[in-house]
């Protein structure tokens, strides 16, 4: 199973999963002609995507869905609040959707689903792991603090897309109005790198040995400050065998092994 971002970040997400042909999105927050051009650019037939997840119904994660679903007919697994949403905004959604209780287990082609609840300001976020042949990846991004849930969910993944959206300073003495601050640290927001990277060793304690921080901020982070604070955690807690990698923000990434 291989694993690559497609796109990351507040102004786009979308993440591609692989196995044999096979092959799985998580969000499509970009539109369906980049996610196409992203897709050919890495070898891949858009025709062999087995499906959409969609980890809740936000512009930078959704916008492209509707195009996309309406040209290939792809099963869409969100949760049932994030479902609703998406009939409300996307015509002729319904018969696509495959809700997903989190905490409730499907399976999208080749690939084992699991989801988690999340704590993010949208209908009813999750998160979510796929496995296949005995490996299994983690996409937890979107969050305001990680909970026992989140925890539960991730940990065992070989490989984890986790959140490092922000520095806390950085954030706090920046432009953004005091609302848009307020909910970027509330319980409901994204988490600091600090917060990302203690989710990382967390991980990388219990088998994790890829971490890939995503959904950066433009304003308030670079790709530099997330990964120090990444590394320095990592090595503190004795992981510097894992590899740490940033997700670009607007083209795709490498792909990584799970």
Not at 33 to 58: K, Q
Not at 67 to 86: D, E, F, H, I, N
């Amino acid at each position: 199973m291989k694993l690559r971002t497609l796109a990351s970040g507040s102004s786009g997400n979308c993440l591609l999963i692989s196995h044999e042909g096979a092959h799985l999105l998580v969000d499509a927050g970009i539109s369906c002609r980049r996610i196409t051009a992203a897709l050919t650019a890495c070898g891949v037939d858009p025709c062999g995507l087995v499906g959409v997840l969609v980890t809740h119904e936000h512009s930078d994660h959704i916008s492209g869905l509707a195009t996309l679903t309406k040209k290939y007919a792809l099963p869409v697994y969100t949760s049932p609040g994030t479902a609703r949403q998406l009939c409300y905004r996307i015509a002729a959604m319904e018969d696509l959707l495959r809700p997903m209780e989190p905490g409730e287990a499907t399976q999208a082609g080749p690939f084992g689903l699991e989801s988690f609840p999340t704590s993010h300001d949208a209908a009813q976020p999750m998160g979510f792991t796929a496995a296949c042949g005995g490996r299994k990846a983690a996409i937890v991004t979107d969050l305001g603090y990680v909970s026992e849930e989140v925890l539960d969910g991730v940990l065992g993944a070989h490989l984890v897309v986790c959140e490092a959206n922000h520095d806390v300073e950085w954030l706090k003495s920046g432009p953004y109005p005091y609302y848009l601050k307020a909910r970027i640290l509330g319980d409901k927001g994204h988490l600091s790198n600090e917060d990302g990277a203690a989710l990382a060793c967390q991980c990388a304690a219990h088998g994790a040995h890829t971490v890939l921080l995503a959904h950066l901020s433009a304003e308030n982070n670079t790709p530099a400050r997330a990964r120090q604070v990444a590394e320095t955690t990592l090595s503190a807690g004795g992981f510097d065998n894992v590899t740490l990698a940033v997700a670009p923000r607007s083209e795709p990434s490498p792909p990584y092994e799970v």
